[in-house]
Every structure is written in structure tokens, then in C-alpha cells.
């Protein structure tokens, strides 16, 4: 008669929960005290409202890092005969089939895991049932969040563990893989800023998603309105990524399942457990090194101060990144085949991965892939933000969005006369002004850039003034200017207006006097307003010329509204109306002496 070989068995079943029950036990104590006896403080205090909303917080913020690092532990477990020629020699030796010892294996970890949230669930509800706060459909959300969230981690952990041959590898390889996009886009953002002109490091990330923990935590989040008590109802905003991700790690376990089946006993202790993906996980590393430790490298190197920078040089980048793709690219290949006997057999492959990473750093100096070139389509734009030179400032309106698309061409255009006087003037900072250019698409993605221009003949001084003039013309005033503009006079209380000049004892010192009723609405609306509307309050001077129109006077004004907002405006030489109010009624504010080349100090005001 033959033996019949089962797809699942119970006897492992029951003695891999009896083996490694510290993993569950230690599972279930991280909730006991994250749940039921956290609720049961809460439950206790003055406010036992808040303790939906901690709820569902409880299942992102602490699931997600309970679940990530429990499903490792518990896959590197239950898998962790894999890793030696004896314990996996025993095990394929049992009348199970792979897929059997797969299925008993994965279900073991999956069973303590539910059954697990279950119990939590069940002793939380006993606590809010206690306190007569019972709200079965958050707890319903918690259970299904963290199943959920233990699925994905559980099942990507089980992926990881049969692409390796032992336990430090596995734990290499799954913190890096939930690392590694966000970690890389944000390096290569580094490296790109330093040599593309214009790229910046800052701006939303693009790849969140393949990066599970980053993803959860910045892009989901519990919504709720605190104010003193929970006002609107707690609501979760990411439960599709959480479905999403779940299905990910059911296709993760399928993956692994394929692996095995295909998996040879003799790999194991080894670093890469699958031959075909011994090459990809080589260049892999070596792009990490190049990345990571080139950027060790350069900073060690040519950034040791913030005030002698370096010329941001491709060569300098390059020589770098090669440095560390070879550190990268050799120690993995010693991994590979566990000699330290490998450049002879491995050094052509690094030779090619050189020239690619040379000919990929040359062709971004050079811009063949257009990056430097890049402005964004005015019908996919949102807003834009212009700050550096003062504090940020935020247009919608498409015809303003247009015009200062026109001076961010103009900026672009200038870049070679930019880059050689940088070269040439290493220590011109007086003269220098950074511009930080974002723009919000409507698809909710960000671009950025950034400048740092110089205020001299014949390099920036140019685009700085078109810039200047695009900022400043009627429609841009009046449009970063909106919400003050939208203001009803009618709401306003009083007006203080605060100026330089003498004082009871003949020294000089700020001054306040004060407006309210009629005579405050009628200086609102029939001066300032006006000025606004004209352009000619409310100016950001870029370079500052003792005679430019956008000078501003030691004169701030503050318009209290009844529902407790208020603005201060700093009035600018061109501020005729403005002015010719304030000397009706016996102010005359000086120009400033410190007229600031940056104009922080008008723009502070500005800033409601």
C-alpha cells in the first residue's frame, strides 16, 4: 500500500503553537497593556469620549508596529528549519507534502495571530461593557485594522523568508525591502539636488505606497475634532491601502509557496536562497552602497562645512558613488559565495555596473532626460508657493500661475551664467538669495524646486527683477491677498495703527494710535482695500533699491476682526491712498532705515 502524503498535518499544527508559544504570549501582553488596560484608564478619567478615537489610533499607530514586527518573529519561527541542512533534511523527510508543510506552517503563525486580536477584542469590549461605554463598531474596526495589518506583515514577512538561506539574511531582507523605495527616492533626491539644477530634496515622496509602515503612517490617519471632548465621530481614512495591503500579503504567501516548491534543501545557509535572484540582490546591494555609503563618502569628503561648500560636481559625485557601489557590490558578492576570493570571478560585473552608473550620472549633468527643463503644464497645476527670499506666498490664480511660470523659464534659461559665477565666487553669499519654487498639481502630487540666485550684473540680477515684477503686479497682490480682501468691513472692531516717532519724552520709539467705528471701516475699505486692489499695498521687495516703490515704512497696522482674526499689513512707498490717510489724520511714518535686501521684516507682517 502506499503512503499518502497530506497538504496538511495536524500533529505539526498543534506542536508548532505549543513550541513557540513565548511569541504569541509575548504578542498578547503588548496588547493587554495597549488595549483593555489603556481603555480601562481612559474609561476611568474625565473624559471617556476620547477612548473611540484612541481606539482606532491604537489599531494604526501601534498596530501596524506590533504587527510589523511580530509577523517577522513569528515567520523567521515557524520557517526557521529552512536555515540548516539538518532541520530541513528532517522536515522533508516527513510524509507531508511541501505545500503541506507550507500550509500547516503559515496557518500556525495566522491561527495565533487571530486568535489572538480575538482575544483582545473580547477583554476590551468586557472593559467598555464595564463602564457602560460599549461601542462594538470601533472595536470592530480595531479587530478588522489589525487582522488586517497582520495579514500583509505576516505574509510579506513568509515571502522574505524563502528568498533567503538563514535568520540574519531574513532579517536583512524584510527590513530592508519595507525600507528600501522611500529610503532610495529620497537619497537619489540628495544626490540629484547637488548636481541638476534646480532639483530639490524637499516635496512630497511618490513611492509611499512600497513602503507599508511609511505609507500608513503618513498618508492615513483617524480623523476627529477635539475640543476639550471629542466633537465629530472618529472615522479611519485608509481602510483601502489596509485591503489592499492584506491582498498583497495573501499573494506574498502564494509567492513563497511557488519558491518552495522549487526551493533545493541544499540551500540552506544560504544568503540569496534562490539561484535566479543571486544577480539582482548583487546589484541591488551595489546600487544601495552607491547611494548610502556614497553619500557617507561625499559628506565625509566635500561637504565638511555648510560655509565652503563644494562646487556639487558630477566627478566628485561619480568618483563617490562608484566608491560605495564597490564597497556594496563586493561585500554582497562575499555573501554570495561565502569566500572573500570573489574579484577575480565578480570583478567584469562591477566594471559594467560603473559604466552605467557613469553613463546615468553623466546623462543627468547633462540633462538628456529634460529634469532641469521641467515646468509643469499650467492645466494640471493647483497653487504655487514662492518662498526663500520671504516667507512663503501662495497663488491660485491661473493667469498669475502663468506669469510666474514665465519667470521660472527665465530662471532656467540663466543657468550657465548661475553655475560659472558660482564657481568663480565660492564666498558670495551677501548677494545671494534663495528661491523655493512648489507646485501643487491637481492630481495632489508636488513638484520642487529650488534656486540660489545672486543679486549682480549680468548673472541673476535680471530674473530676480522679472520675478520681483511678476509677484507684484495687481493680480498677484490681490490674489495672495484673498483672504484678507474677503473680509466684510462690517466685522471690523478697531484698527491700530503703529508707527515711529516721538514720544512724551522727545526720543524715538513706536507710537500706536487707534481707529474704531466708521472711521476704522472707511479706512479698510475705501484705502486699504483699494490699495490692494491697485497693487500698491502689501509689495514684496526682492533686491532693494532705495527708491523702489516696494520699500516700506517703520509702520505696521493691525485690523482686529469681530470673530477674533486679525492682519497686519506693512504699507509700502507705493501705498498712496494708504499714505495720504495717515497724514490726513496727523501720522507721518518714516521711511525705514533698515530696509532688510530680503524683506523678511514686511513679509512677517504680512502673515496674518
Known amino acids: 500500500m502506499k503512503s499518502a502524503k497530506s497538504c496538511f498535518n495536524k500533529a505539526l499544527f498543534f506542536k508548532n503553537i505549543k513550541r513557540f508559544w513565548p511569541v504569541w504570549v509575548l504578542y498578547n501582553i503588548a496588547w493587554l497593556i495597549g488595549m483593555p488596560l489603556v481603555l480601562l484608564s481612559q474609561l476611568s478619567s474625565s473624559y471617556p469620549e476620547i477612548v473611540n478615537g484612541y481606539v482606532l489610533s491604537n489599531a494604526l499607530y501601534m498596530g501596524v508596529i506590533t504587527n510589523a514586527i511580530f509577523g517577522f518573529v513569528s515567520a523567521l519561527t515557524l520557517f526557521s528549519y529552512l536555515y540548516t541542512s539538518r532541520s530541513v533534511g528532517a522536515f522533508h523527510t516527513l510524509p507531508i507534502r511541501r505545500e503541506g508543510l507550507f500550509l500547516t506552517c503559515f496557518l500556525s503563525g495566522l491561527c495565533w495571530l487571530f486568535v489572538s486580536n480575538l482575544f483582545i477584542f473580547a ?150 536562497a534562490v539561484p535566479a535572484l543571486r544577480p539582482v540582490f548583487l546589484y541591488f546591494f551595489a546600487f544601495i552602497g552607491s547611494l548610502v555609503i556614497g553619500m557617507i563618502f561625499y559628506l565625509a569628503i566635500f561637504a565638511s562645512s555648510i560655509y565652503n561648500p563644494p562646487d556639487n560636481s558630477a566627478w566628485s559625485i561619480l568618483v563617490c558613488m562608484t566608491a560605495g557601489g564597490f564597497l556594496g557590490y563586493f561585500i554582497t558578492s562575499m555573501l554570495l559565495n561565502k569566500s572573500f576570493r570573489v574579484f577575480k570571478k565578480t570583478g567584469a560585473g562591477f566594471i559594467a555596473y560603473a559604466l552605467v552608473l557613469s553613463a546615468l550620472v553623466t546623462a543627468m549633468e547633462f540633462d538628456v532626460f529634460k529634469v532641469e527643463r521641467y515646468i509643469p503644464k499650467l492645466d494640471s497645476i493647483f497653487d504655487v508657493t514662492i518662498s526663500g527670499f520671504s516667507s512663503p506666498m501662495t497663488f491660485n490664480d491661473p493667469e498669475v500661475i502663468s506669469e510666474l511660470m514665465q519667470a521660472h523659464k527665465a530662471i532656467v534659461e540663466n543657468k550657465e551664467a548661475n553655475e560659472a559665477f558660482a564657481r568663480e565666487n565660492r564666498d558670495a553669499y551677501y548677494d545671494s538669495f534663495h528661491v523655493s519654487i512648489l507646485y501643487d498639481r491637481r492630481d495632489f502630487k508636488q513638484i520642487s524646486r529650488r534656486y540660489d540666485l545672486y543679486d549682480v550684473p549680468g548673472v541673476d540680477r535680471e530674473v530676480l527683477e522679472l520675478l520681483e515684477d511678476t509677484i507684484n503686479t495687481p493680480a498677484a497682490v490681490a490674489d495672495r491677498m484673498s483672504r484678507f480682501l474677503e473680509w466684510d468691513p462690517a466685522l471690523l472692531t478697531t484698527v491700530e495703527i503703529n508707527y515711529v516717532g516721538r514720544n512724551s519724552n522727545s526720543d524715538m520709539d513706536y507710537i500706536t494710535e487707534y481707529l474704531t467705528g466708521e472711521k476704522a471701516r472707511e479706512f479698510l475699505r475705501d484705502f486699504i482695500h483699494a490699495d490692494l486692489r491697485e497693487g500698491k499695498l502689501c509689495r514684496v521687495p526682492i533686491l532693494y533699491d532705495p527708491g523702489s516703490e516696494n520699500a516700506y515704512y517703520d509702520c505696521f497696522i493691525v485690523f482686529n476682526f469681530a470673530n477674533e482674526i486679525s492682519f497686519t499689513i506693512v504699507p509700502n512707498v507705493s501705498s498712496e491712498r494708504t499714505m495720504s490717510y495717515l497724514k490726513e489724520i496727523g501720522i507721518e511714518p518714516r521711511v525705514s532705515e533698515h530696509q532688510y535686501k530680503l524683506g523678511y521684516y514686511t513679509e512677517y507682517y504680512l502673515a496674518s
Not at 468586557?126 to 470592530?140: D, P, R, S, W
Not at 505609507?215 to 490617519?221: A, G, H, R, W, Y
Not at 498583497?248 to 533545493?264: C, D, E, F, K, M
Open 123 to 272: 477583554l476590551s469590549a468586557v472593559v467598555e461593557l464595564i463602564y457602560g461605554a460599549l461601542a462594538i463598531k470601533y472595536l470592530l474596526q480595531w479587530l478588522a485594522m489589525v487582522c488586517l495589518e497582520g495579514l500583509f506583515f505576516y505574509g510579506f514577512a513568509v515571502f522574505c523568508a524563502f528568498l533567503t538561506g538563514h535568520g540574519f539574511a531574513h532579517l536583512v531582507i524584510y527590513g530592508i525591502l519595507n525600507f528600501v523605495v522611500i529610503i532610495i527616492e529620497l537619497i537619489i533626491r540628495f544626490w540629484t539636488s547637488l548636481f541638476c539644477y534646480g532639483l530639490s530634496d524637499s516635496g512630497s515622496t511618490t513611492f509611499d505606497i512600497l513602503s507599508p509602515i511609511i505609507m500608513l503612517f503618513k498618508n492615513t490617519n483617524v480623523t476627529g475634532r477635539y475640543v476639550g471632548i471629542l466633537q465629530t465621530e472618529p472615522a479611519y481614512t485608509g481602510w483601502y491601502a489596509l485591503i489592499l495591503y492584506a491582498v498583497a500579503g495573501l499573494v506574498y504567501a502564494i509567492i513563497a509557496l511557488l519558491l518552495y516548491r522549487r526551493r533545493h534543501s541544499e540551500s540552506a545557509s544560504e544568503f540569496i
